[in-house]
């Protein structure tokens, strides 16, 4: 890990160049290839509910002002840690058609890190809200074009289009924004940037695939309200809700993972996108240390075929019975291989549905979603799990 200079922090395969308004760019330092507009806070007047967002102008571009930059290398991480304050109408007018010209300061602490072999910058963002009835979004330039992108489910990774098809005559029209789980990717023949989120749910694709925009905070004032534009009546009860406008401090921790483009052998979509998901998730479930006995070992280990699979560990943990419930999704279209190697061995195991054995649970739905077959249990004592398009497999498993 270095730091050529201030604001510029490198770990050998990427590098960093954050400006004083906390947007940054990252570069490829193998081909130098660029992903310039990361991060750029955009504010726009809010006039709907808590059900439905309605613009109302004029939008804040690049609300963040250039503040107080500082670079440190500590270890294994570099980070450019950004104070700055946003500008922001208070509020709409009377007649909640715009904003208001008067303006507050919303003091934002940005933190962009970088760490040493990683191929994801994170992102810490915290929020002082002071202003009312506005939505605040962090933009992302993806350097491409497309007509779809993936996002993330619960237990599926899903293809969905860049724009929206019309619904003529519903009651309310479908609008860009979406629900995400934690990854939003978008990738083309010129490579592509996936968003890896920790807590956030809504995020939209704008200009055909060039940018993704991750909804941070929606300040309102109404659960429900009746005089939208985009929706004909109202969505629920009619009932104010100062603490919708999420006044006060807010943390926001997200990640950006750069798509290189394809080369000769490579499949982009596929290939780029398992990687970026892998890196989403360890940053989501970031490693945690316990005190042992002074030995070295490793309770499992999970090799696929193909090494790029979108094959996700879920769950790892005891059951009641003294068996280790082990559970794998597959969160795309392909077909997978998984070899677990335990570090005791695997003696035996029982497939199960999500309820893991535990019929009192009832009729709860678990029990009908296609699950995997049993496991294979080699000589060595690990374990090989077939797992088809979308299943999940869900295995407890008895070790020596």
Same mark, same amino acid.
């Given at each position: ?58 939008? $804040? ?37 715009? &904003? $208001? ?18 191929? =994801? ?10 202003? =009312? ?44 924004? &979406? ?17 890896? $989120? ?12 060039? &940018? ?67 890196? $989403?998730?360890?940053? @989501? ?11 070295? &070992? ?41 070899? @677990? ?19 009192? @649970? ?39």
């Amino acid at each position: 890990m270095r730091s050529a200079e201030d604001g510029v922090i490198e770990n050998g395969d990427l590098r960093v160049e954050v400006a004083a308004d906390g947007t940054f760019a990252v570069v490829d330092l193998h081909d130098g290839h660029r992903w310039e507009r990361q991060n750029l806070l955009t504010s726009d007047g809010d006039r709907g509910d808590e059900y439905t967002f309605s613009y109302a102008g004029p939008t $804040v571009e690049r609300a963040a002002q250039p503040g107080d930059r500082r670079t440190e290398v500590r270890g294994d991480r570099a980070a450019v840690t950004v104070e700055t304050v946003m500008r922001l109408p208070a509020s709409l007018r009377p007649d909640r058609l715009a &904003r $208001v010209h008067e303006t507050v300061e919303c003091p934002v602490r940005i933190t962009v890190s970088l760490d040493a072999g990683a191929d =994801r910058v994170e992102v810490e963002t915290v929020i002082d809200n002071r202003a =009312r009835d506005h939505r605040l979004r962090a933009e992302f330039d993806t350097g491409t074009r497309t007509l779809t992108h993936h996002a993330g489910a619960a237990f599926a990774i899903l293809e969905r289009p860049d724009r929206v098809p019309p619904r003529p005559g519903w009651v309310e029209p479908p609008t860009n924004e &979406r629900c995400v789980h934690d990854i939003v990717a978008v990738h083309g023949v010129t490579g592509g940037l996936a968003v890896g $989120v920790d807590g956030i749910r809504e995020y939209a694709i704008l200009d055909d695939g060039g &940018r993704v925009a991750i909804t941070l905070v929606r300040a309102v004032g109404w659960l429900s309200r009746g005089d939208l534009r985009e929706r004909r009546g109202h969505a629920g009860p009619e009932l104010e809700t100062p603490t919708a406008q999420c006044i006060g401090p807010q943390r926001f921790r997200y990640c950006v993972v750069p798509l290189r483009a394809a080369t000769e052998g490579h499949r982009l979509g596929h290939w780029s996108f398992g990687r970026a998901l892998r890196s $989403v998730r360890e940053f @989501l479930s970031p490693p945690w240390t316990g005190r042992g006995d002074g030995s070295s &070992r490793t309770l499992l280990r999970l090799e696929t075929d193909p090494p790029d699979a979108t094959l996700q560990l879920s769950s790892l943990r005891a059951s009641p019975d003294g068996e280790v419930v082990v559970r794998l999704a597959a969160m795309g279209p392909g077909e997978t291989t998984a070899r @677990l190697t335990f570090d005791r061995g695997c003696v035996s195991s029982r497939t199960a549905d999500l309820r893991e054995g535990d019929v009192e @649970l009832g009729n709860t739905g678990l029990d009908v979603i296609r699950t995997a077959g049993p496991l294979e249990i080699a000589s060595d004592g690990s374990a090989v799990a077939h797992v088809r398009p979308y299943e999940i497999g869900t295995w407890l498993v008895r070790l020596r």
